[in-house]
């Protein structure tokens, strides 16, 4: 893993115009060195973190020496999402989980940029979470990023995610077990029934005498638990609620119409988390509005955890943005 780095961001205004002073943000870079090559931020998902390739990097399969988005061509970074734990200080978790908004992080992300000396961003992208905060990115500075790149997310919080949200924020704050129990539910809005019943078609293990599918699920849950913090998991659930570029602002069509950057927008066909028609309609408002925007869908039976799964599809989908014999031609 390349060395986590702080940052230290003095004034933080959030959009309830309360003022974080002095925050640590940790965050990493791989491939080249800042100021030598186009920088791609990859925004990390609800549990994810900055460590994206390398051991245990969670996005090895896209992003590496000769991959896609090619480690010897670009410079990559990722920030936490702060208060996620992963700098293993129990001092930089929030409690007060509720005063946030993902625009509040996509701000945040935008003075990091800035107090690194990036001018510009080749593209930012990301999945789920992590694809919802590179819209708002992109709305905050329409004219500093090349290709965004919102992947298995939406710009706004539908009805079905704010119900989503609210289950898993009462298991949190009334579980006995909270982080194992809320993953558990997790679990299948990410995935489909057809994924299930492909991957355990309805075996018993013969050890415990629980079908398969309860012990993956317990599994999941217990691994959560093991490098997740109670705190962390309240946060990242609530942000997904608060996502919205329009709120104060004005529609979405002369909002998105506004952003400068070529739009890519990725989603997977049966995802139950964000679900692609959301995003299929926001293509058909906007494609005779702004030129260079663009829908692609991944086909999958795996559901919303297909964009960590699909590897080829999404490979295949991104060449032509981070192709290098494209970008010179």
Do not use: C
Request: without cysteine; charged residues 20%; proline residues 2%.
């Amino acid at each position: 893993m390349t060395e986590l780095k702080e940052i230290v961001i003095e004034n933080w205004i959030l959009e309830n115009e309360n003022v974080r002073h002095n925050t640590s943000v940790f965050f990493q870079t791989f491939g080249q060195q800042l100021g030598t090559a186009p920088v791609v931020l990859v925004n990390h998902a609800l549990t994810g973190n900055s460590n994206v390739i390398g051991e245990n990097g969670w996005w090895n399969d896209l992003i590496g020496k000769s991959k896609t988005i090619d480690t010897d061509y670009y410079t990559i970074l990722a920030i936490n999402i702060p208060g996620n734990g992963f700098d293993g200080n129990s001092e930089n978790l929030i409690n007060d989980y509720k005063e946030y908004t993902i625009r509040d992080v996509a701000k945040l992300f935008w003075k990091v940029v800035f107090q690194l000396n990036i001018e510009s961003l080749f593209a930012v992208i990301g999945g789920s979470l992590g694809g919802a905060i590179a819209w708002e990115m992109a709305v905050i500075e329409p004219n500093l990023i090349k290709n965004v790149i919102p992947i298995a997310t939406d710009w706004k919080a539908t009805d079905w995610m704010i119900a989503n949200v609210l289950v898993q924020d009462n298991i949190l704050n009334n579980s006995s077990n909270p982080i194992h129990d809320a993953r558990i539910h997790a679990m299948l809005i990410y995935r489909t029934p057809q994924s299930l019943k492909y991957k355990f078609k309805r075996k018993i293990n013969s050890g415990n005498s629980l079908f398969e599918i309860e012990n993956w699920l317990n599994h999941h849950g217990k691994k959560l638990e093991s490098r997740f913090q109670l705190q962390a998991y309240k946060l990242m659930n609530h942000l997904l609620k608060t996502n919205d570029i329009t709120r104060g602002r004005k529609e979405v069509e002369t909002i998105i119409k506004e952003i400068k950057s070529n739009i890519h927008i990725i989603s997977i066909d049966t995802d139950y988390f964000f679900v692609a028609n959301e995003d299929r309609e926001t293509y058909e408002k906007l494609k005779f509005l702004k030129e260079n925007i663009q829908y692609h869908e991944i086909n999958s039976i795996h559901g919303h955890d297909a964009f960590l799964i699909e590897y080829k599809q999404l490979n295949e989908i991104l060449d032509n943005v981070f192709n290098i014999t494209y970008i010179n031609n």
